[in-house]
């Protein structure tokens, strides 16, 4: 009996000890991911472009405070956005400083210069009312910067807004693929101009929760991308 | 009379063409090359400048021989974002408040733009901040 209770203690100890071993592990693995991704964006600068109201000041924002801002107004005129550490939960960046600028055809040459000095290219799109003739010729005009030989900066696209679409907000999340796919597939001709398709993801910048959720798929393609 | 650069303002429908005069004209949108070099020269101010105020709906940025002020009027676009417009003026110390006001309110009109009367106040005590600001020696060249 005194040894059954003694085996009983031993297993559940070994058993302990193993949890401790690959809790520890993984809290490693977790931190080591941690780093090369904080490493690998360190003193990287993002260039957020959109048409207007697309959400370029709202994520520039959030992405230098960590916040929503409290009042909304037209972008009419460049400014910058300071360096600062962005932090969402145990993550924090070190991103440079970069530029909000308007969202008019006619910063077109500010947006090129952004482009041109950045390292990685957010292009947002609204998704609510769709302007394909807008995004056409602004993705015309982005692959033409990228086709330059020492553009090096990596690409994404960014459908924001997506929480006035009723059916993607009720989609489950084994419909989200198709949906996904249908959404890529209508923009078509405006990614035509594109040899290889950029990334897209799809999200809202009306909450907190939901920018945090959006910005941490941005995160994560930028770590892979 | 002051010398008016550029007024520049975005459409409340956020998809119509921007409202912009270059030199008392209204830019057509066909006059890509400009509209730009309008927008460029705005955002250039407001870059390099120094914020001089922001109070009450209103900032007046200084770079050089010119300052842009920014005022917001009553409307606000479909997105219920508050519509600033700008305007972008070459310094001139001859140049009295009251002339400039003029301006920021005949261009709001233009485009059916309110501003109010505290407004208003706000973009004069903006013009007095300028006004006690020496004038630069400097020309318009590296904004241009």
Not at chain 1, 128 to 142: E, P, Q, T, V, W
Not at chain 1, 146 to 171: G, N, P
Request: glycine share 6%; charged share 25%; with cysteine.
């Amino acid at each position: 009996m005194v040894w059954r209770v003694v085996a009983g203690i031993a297993g559940f100890a070994v058993a302990g000890v193993y949890g401790w071993m690959k809790r520890d592990e993984i809290v490693e693995m977790t931190s080591d991911l941690w780093d090369s991704l904080i490493l690998r964006l360190k003193g990287k600068k993002i260039a957020v472009l959109g048409a207007r109201g697309s959400g370029k000041t709202t994520l520039l924002t959030f992405l230098s405070k960590g916040e929503l801002p409290a009042e909304t107004a037209q972008t009419i005129m460049a400014s910058s956005v300071s360096a600062r550490r962005f932090s969402l939960k145990d993550l924090n960046l070190d991103l440079k400083e970069t530029r909000d600028l308007p969202g008019g055809e006619g910063a077109f040459d500010d947006w090129k210069k952004l482009h041109d000095e950045s390292d990685y290219v957010i292009y947002l799109i609204k998704s609510a009312g769709l302007d394909k003739d807008r995004i056409a010729y602004d993705l015309k005009k982005i692959n033409e910067w990228r086709s330059a030989e020492k553009c090096k900066s990596k690409f994404l696209i960014v459908a924001t807004h997506m929480d006035l679409d009723s059916a993607y907000m009720a989609l489950k999340p084994q419909e989200c693929g198709d949906f996904f796919d249908r959404f890529v597939n209508d923009l078509g001709r405006c990614l035509a101009p594109f040899k290889t398709p950029p990334a897209v993801i799809l999200g809202s910048l009306e909450s907190q929760k939901h920018t945090e959720k959006l910005v941490s798929e941005i995160i994560g393609w930028m770590n892979h991308a | 009379m002051p010398r008016v650069k550029v007024c520049f303002a975005q459409a409340l429908d956020n998809s119509a063409p921007d409202h912009i005069v270059w030199d008392g004209q209204t830019l057509p949108v066909q006059s890509e090359r400009e509209r730009s070099l309008a927008c460029t020269l705005v955002s250039s101010v407001s870059m390099a400048g120094e914020k001089l105020y922001e109070m009450e709906g209103v900032r007046l940025f200084l770079a050089g021989p010119l300052f842009v002020l920014e005022v917001m009027p009553q409307e606000r676009d479909v997105a219920n974002r508050a519509a600033p417009i700008a305007i972008c003026i070459e310094r001139d110390d001859d140049d009295t408040a009251m002339t400039i006001v003029d301006v920021v309110q005949s261009f709001a009109e233009s485009i059916g733009r309110t501003i109010t009367a505290d407004r208003m106040s706000s973009v004069k005590m903006a013009l007095d901040t300028l006004a006690k600001k020496k004038r630069p020696r400097g020309c318009l060249v590296p904004f241009l």
